[in-house]
């Protein structure tokens, strides 16, 4: 499945509006959850996988004990694109980070 075209600067600032603690990364989108422990930040790094297997579009994750980061970009289109605002909506409303 292709990326389709990158969002333009303008584009991509209205996306980032829209979604709250994620910013531009380079030619990616990213970020940082925190959680109370290890064991909720890899909960939390489950629910993420389920939704983007659901969706065919796979986050870059990092996890740092209890600190996730979520990069995403379209690395067939070179940078961000609609696909990835779509998986950063969802994950913000339906994986919403467990603290405890």
């Not at 004990?65 to 379209?74: G, I």
Request: glycine fraction near 8%.
């Amino acid at each position: 499945m292709t990326a389709g075209a990158t969002l333009d600067d303008a584009g991509l600032a209205a996306a980032l509006a829209r979604l709250p603690g994620w910013r531009r990364a380079g030619r990616a989108i990213d970020k940082v959850y925190r959680f109370a422990d290890f064991r909720a930040a890899l909960a939390f790094v489950n629910r993420v996988g389920a939704l983007a297997e659901r969706q065919q579009h796979h986050p870059d994750i990092a996890i740092h004990y209890s600190e996730v980061t979520l990069s995403l970009w379209s690395h067939d289109a070179g940078g961000v694109t609609a696909r990835d605002v779509k998986l950063a909506e969802a994950i913000d409303a339906y994986c919403q980070p467990m603290t405890s």
